[in-house]
């Protein structure tokens, strides 16, 4: 592996050639491993079919453009597009988090994981995009077609914002360098909304990279809090369950203290994509240490994300929702308080109240 262009010894996640997690470092898995979960998986008929459709309903598009457009007034809203590609409204911007809209999470239009329905709402009906939030390279978070398509959107294109090592990854499809933000954990960037300055951070998240055989490691990952003036929101992108997240409860403690409005308005926290556990827990987390993220966060609300679309490991596509409900009535965790929806589902939230003269 090449050098890490953006080596900084004094940072303990930085490696001289690639990057790690601070937490516990993440193992790799030998190919011997894949192939005893794949043998595994296949004598055991693994995942399952869905016992049910996954939920789907007709976007708003009506209202979806009208918030779009309201500037200041515009309505908090969480809309959810499938797996972990979410559209929110909030401070007078419209953002998504990992856009992919393609038929398959691979580098190949004919091989690789296809999607189980179509994306909640279809790139051509969506309103127009200010910020895309990009967690890690994986394919089915990083999507070369949906980024291109976003890029070329009417009105301009949005801003991305990604992890260190993939602005040059932008740049090579297209976008221009003035549009590429990259940052490294901790770093912010201030965005300009009709409801002031909304400020973007990376932070971390217990995951790794790869989008080819030789590149581990070799970009940075990580989940995003957004701060604006009337809503904060947290993405956790993927990640395994991580001290980090109580951690980046007390350093915001501050500026989410009860005077200043509280914790996370939203968290979007993965559900999906965790058996077998053996194989899954150093980068996925189940929906138990999901709800784990939930409180040490003190997130006010949570929609769990990252299941339904696209089939990638052994539990049924529909599994994950069952699971969390099941964790929350263990812990008398309220329905709304940590809730799932259906693909295409917009779900208006109370904006954030602000501080007092």
């Known amino acids: ?52 459709p ?4 007709p976007p708003d598009l009506d209202f979806l453009h009208r918030n779009a457009g309201a500037g200041a007034t515009m309505q908090p ?26 038929e398959r999470a691979s580098p190949f239009s004919f091989l690789g994981p296809k999607r189980h329905q179509p994306p909640g709402v279809a790139l051509g009906d969506l309103p127009h995009i200010d910020l895309v939030l990009t967690s890690h390279n994986h394919y089915d978070h990083l999507d070369a077609a949906s980024v291109q398509a976003l890029n070329r959107q009417a009105g301009g294109a949005p801003l991305f ?18 549009q590429a933000v990259e940052l490294d954990w901790w770093d912010s960037h201030p965005v300009q909304a009709p409801s002031g300055t909304v400020d973007v951070v990376l932070v971390p998240a217990q995951h790794w990279s790869a989008r080819g055989l030789g590149d581990r490691m070799a970009t940075l990952w990580g989940g995003f809090a957004v701060f604006g003036p ?11 369950y991580s001290r980090e997240f109580s951690a980046l409860r007390a350093r915001y403690a501050e500026r989410q203290s009860e005077a200043e409005g509280g914790g996370f308005d939203l968290a979007l926290l993965p559900i999906g994509s965790y058996e077998p556990r053996w194989f899954m827990r150093d980068q996925h987390v189940n929906p138990e240490e999901a709800v784990k993220i939930h409180r040490d ?19 049924a596509l529909d599994e994950p929702p069952r699971a969390l409900a099941k964790v929350l009535r263990q812990q008398a965790i309220k329905d709304e308080a940590f809730f799932v929806m259906a693909i ?9 109240r602000r501080p007092g003269p």
Not at 23 to 34: C, H, I, Q, T, Y
Not at 54 to 57: E, H, K, N, S, Y
Not at 230 to 240: E, M, Q, R
């Open 77 to 102: 809203t969480v809309t959810w597009i499938g797996h972990a590609t979410v559209m929110v409204q909030m401070s007078g911007i419209t953002l998504l988090t990992d856009a992919i809209f393609s």
């Open 161 to 178: 914002v990604v992890p260190l090592g993939l602005r040059p990854w932008l740049v090579a499809r297209g976008i221009d360098v003035d």
């Open 297 to 315: 966060l003190a997130a006010k609300r949570s929609l769990g994300m990252h299941w339904g679309t696209f089939a990638l490991t052994d539990e």
């Open 230 to 240: 009337d809503f904060h929101l947290f993405f956790a992108g993927d990640t395994a």
């Open 54 to 57: 996954i939920p789907a309903v």
């Open 1 to 52: 592996m090449a050098r890490n262009p953006y080596y900084d010894p004094a940072k303990p996640h930085h490696r001289p050639q690639g990057f790690q997690n601070v937490d516990r470092e993440f193992p790799g898995k030998s190919l011997a491993e894949v192939l005893r979960w794949k043998i595994e998986a296949s004598r055991r008929s693994l995942p399952p079919p869905p016992s049910a």
């Open 344 to 352: 295409g589902e917009t779900r208006q939230l109370p904006p954030r």
